[in-house]
């Protein structure tokens, strides 16, 4: 069974930061470029962060270019995204999903459609 847990969300307030993680199982982690999404309330799904299966290539929306970090274990089968000066426009439910590895271009990781699996999500609230 397919499972991606997701933790290390919470209230935080503006310039703070927060460290989420996600826990993979049930398929090949490492075959896998992962990927963090956030959606805000009356928003849609955005893309934030994807890194390749193994962990060489990143991407990330401009809005958290400087401010925001992925990385991946591979052996611990988890993705991490370190944020940082978290504002307001940072809240949101941040999910993980995993794509499996076929190429690497910047248009089809920021499809959420093309993902594979989906964790529930975390919540992120950043009071100013």
């Known amino acids: 069974q397919v499972q991606l847990v997701e933790s290390g969300g919470g209230l935080v307030q503006a310039g703070g930061s927060l460290r989420l993680a996600c826990v993979a199982s049930?398929?090949?982690?490492?075959?896998?470029?992962m990927a963090w999404f956030r959606q805000a309330p009356a928003k849609e799904r955005e893309f934030v962060a994807a890194i390749s299966w193994s962990g060489g290539l990143t991407s990330y929306t401009d809005s958290v270019k400087g401010r925001c970090t992925i990385s991946r274990a591979n052996a611990k089968n988890t993705v991490y995204l370190q944020m940082n000066s978290l504002k307001s426009e940072d809240t949101a439910v941040y999910y993980c999903a995993a794509i499996r590895h076929k190429y690497w271009r910047g248009d089809y990781l920021r499809n959420g459609d093309e993902y594979d699996y989906w964790g529930q999500g975390t919540q992120v609230t950043v009071s100013s």
């Open positions: 049930g398929f090949t982690f490492s075959s896998y470029d």
